[in-house]
């Protein structure tokens, strides 16, 4: 016997079409729950980003303010600038850097006087002779002295350095000297010559190729630069007897080049006595408190520069995160 019940199959089917929507809904409740935490995943990493460059920010600003900053204090210091490294243009010991700390110094009344703290193994004579003339500039406008104190060198560009000083002193292991200038480099014709390679240069000028490394060295060039050479040592030697004066016991060798330990350099006047930093401040100037004045890059400055595609990368990332929500 059939039992037919039309109301029986339509209430399965109801109970089916209540299903399969109580499914769909279920599913549609958890993709947009998914994807509003994908969202707000997104907006949190933005937000951190963010964040890290603000600090970042912040900490760049307060290095680079601070470091401008000198210890403008009026009690009676001993102002301290620091000459170390390679004295060029862009290093921490340029004419730039030196200078600006120097008027710093000279201008705070309480600097009772002002301690080079070199050291070097030197540079370029260009950056030495504007460092030496504003030494001796500022000297004329204040009535302060300068004391120049070497640590491990002193040598060439840093001794043009230090002469400007009223007084040099030095450890008894210190190097110093190298009074010369050099010019370097390499010829490669020979090697050109067995490796088959033929050198075509051309110029507008008979001497435009001077210094060529793949070109023979031409005599008549050659003097020419070693007349330079001589001119740009004759001027380092003036600026050693100006300012050592009648301290200085001129021998042959004082202006060949050589380098002497620190007595030996005592003993032929190219420095006044053995004594550091410390002892020039309590015995020499009678000021103990030490103020640096040097200017150096900030950490922030060099980590910005270091870390600077990574950050902007992060800007970029930032931006397009921000670009695909508003989207």
């Not at 004419?95 to 301690?115: I, K, Y």
């Not at 930093?277 to 922030?300: F, P, S």
Request: glycine fraction near 10%; charge should be negative.
């Amino acid at each position: 016997m059939n039992d037919d019940n039309p109301g029986s199959t339509s209430s399965a089917g109801s109970d089916r079409h209540h299903g399969v929507a109580w499914e769909r809904a279920t599913l549609e409740k958890l993709v947009f729950a998914t994807i509003r935490e994908q969202q707000a995943a997104r907006r949190w990493k933005m937000f951190t980003r963010f964040m890290w460059l603000a600090i970042l920010g912040a900490v760049v600003w307060f290095l680079y303010t601070s470091a401008d900053m000198t210890s403008a204090t009026s009690t009676p210091h001993t102002a301290v600038v620091e000459i170390k490294g390679e004295i060029a243009s862009g290093a921490e010991a340029s004419a730039e850097n030196v200078v600006a700390a120097l008027r710093s110094a000279f201008d705070d009344e309480g600097a009772q006087a002002v301690v080079l703290l070199i050291n070097s193994p030197g540079g370029s004579p260009v950056q030495a002779g504007i460092i030496n003339d504003e030494i001796t500039r500022l000297k004329g406008l204040h009535d302060k002295k300068v004391y120049a104190v070497v640590e491990e060198t002193c040598a060439s560009a840093a001794y043009y350095i230090a002469a400007a000083a009223d007084n040099i002193y030095v450890d008894k292991a210190s190097l110093v000297g190298s009074i010369g200038v050099l010019m370097d480099g390499f010829g490669f014709t020979g090697l050109m010559e067995k490796l088959g390679i033929e050198r075509r240069l051309m110029t507008a000028g008979d001497n435009k190729g001077l210094l060529d490394p793949f070109s023979p060295q031409d005599e008549s060039q050659r003097q020419f630069m070693q007349n330079l050479l001589a001119e740009i040592h004759t001027q380092f030697i003036d600026v050693v007897k100006k300012g050592r004066g009648d301290r200085l016991k001129e021998t042959p060798e004082t202006f060949s080049g050589l380098v002497w330990n620190g007595q030996q350099a005592v003993a032929l006047g190219l420095a006044d006595g053995l004594g550091n930093l410390d002892y020039v401040a309590r015995e020499i100037v009678k000021a103990e408190e030490l103020v640096d004045y040097t200017r150096r890059e900030n950490v922030g400055l060099r980590l910005a520069k270091r870390f600077g595609a990574s950050v902007g990368e992060g800007i970029f990332l930032a931006a397009r995160s921000a670009g695909v929500q508003l989207r």
